[in-house]
């Protein structure tokens, strides 16, 4: 939910044999605060909305989903719920889609979601941008 003052949190993931730490961002233009790019190289991953506005003020390479995802400058996310409609604007997006399930029942698809983010995020950074990645911790 994008809010007045940027917020942001760093999660720390261990996936052997690399330690990475992200900095998560709802309003990246406003925190990296870079409109020529530069700091943008250490953007890996973008949760798509569905939405090509979402993309606006970001900097060339970054400011629209062809150049985003298709060229692997970030690996792009989208997340839904099972039984809402597939978003036809993302499906033609090279991003992972996650699923979740509103029944209680399955509630532990919740820690699959979570795997598959990682799994596809740890691949993404290992093939695109290893040098994001620290080694032997």
Known sequence: VP?????????????????VTLHVMDNPTKQ??????RKWG?????IAQGNA??????????ADETELF??????????????DMRNQTVKNWNIEELTLSKEQSKRHEVNVMMMS????????LASKKPGLLKKGH
């Open 42 to 46: 250490s953007v890996c991953a973008v």
């Open 3 to 19: 809010t007045e003052t940027p917020r942001s949190f760093i999660p720390t993931s261990v996936i052997q044999p690399a330690q």
């Open 32 to 37: 990296l605060g870079d409109t020529d790019g």
């Open 70 to 83: 298709a060229r692997g400058a970030a690996q792009g996310f989208h997340v839904r719920f099972r039984d």
């Open 53 to 62: 506005w979402q993309f606006k003020g970001w900097p060339k390479g970054y």
């Open 117 to 124: 983010f990682w799994n596809t995020l740890h691949a993404f």
